[in-house]
């Protein structure tokens, strides 16, 4: 009898394994399978708004172009200096002593000639050596010389404008009054004297 008992329990357990592994096997449960719309549902929406703002994006208007700058004017030292001669920087012949070109210079007389190619390019050595060398030192000394120079002369105006001018104008006005006393003084008794002695000296006939 207990054989036949625990052949039965084992044929129900066989029996009702099937469909404990079919459960097990589809695993899902209406809740989950809620769950998962849900979440298609939130995922299909994010994609479409994903999609309107690149669309959004895509559809912005092109960017205009911008108008081009006005070209800008002169600058201040372009406007301070515009009415340098540039051709002719000494107009009032300052600087004539030392304005030496190649042939003031160097010359062969006509009883001593050498090659003509070595004193055209002993010419053009000189030339460009000289012009090359003035504008390299001209640009490092020519700024703060022209600053020197400007300071020492503002200087010299101030001095002379304030000081030495009014002093100068004071010295005319006090030899002005001497001049006049001294003319009055010698119209009172050299004057006189002068003529009365010159009766004693009566003029030669011509």
């Known amino acids: 009898m207990s054989d036949s008992k625990n052949g039965s329990s084992n044929n129900l357990n066989e029996s009702n394994m099937p469909l ?12 989950k399978e809620q769950i998962e719309l849900k979440e298609e549902e939130v995922s299909e929406k ?21 108008p081009p700058k006005a070209p800008k004017g002169p600058n201040c030292i ?33 009883a001593a000639i050498g090659f003509e190619w070595v004193w055209k390019l002993a010419f053009v050595v000189f030339s460009q050596t000289k012009s090359w060398f003035y504008k390299i030192f001209a640009a490092l000394v020519a700024v703060p010389a022209a600053l020197l120079w400007a300071i020492v002369f503002a200087l010299v105006t101030v001095v002379y404008i304030w000081i030495v001018s009014p002093a100068l104008r004071l010295l005319d ?34």
């Open 78 to 110: 372009d406007l301070i200096s515009k009415d340098l001669d540039l051709g002719n920087r000494d107009s009032n012949n300052v600087n004539v002593e030392i304005n030496l070109d190649f042939s003031d210079v160097l010359a062969e007389p006509s």
């Open 173 to 206: 006005l006090n030899l002005a009054i001497i001049k006049r006393v001294v003319v009055g003084v010698m119209g009172v008794t050299v004057q006189p004297l002068s003529a009365a002695v010159s009766h004693a000296f009566p003029k030669s006939p011509a």
């Open 46 to 66: 994010k994609d479409d708004s994903t999609e309107k703002t690149k669309k959004a994006k895509k559809e912005k208007k092109p960017k205009e172009p911008k």
């Open 20 to 31: 404990l592994d079919d459960v097990e096997k589809s695993g899902e449960t209406p809740e």
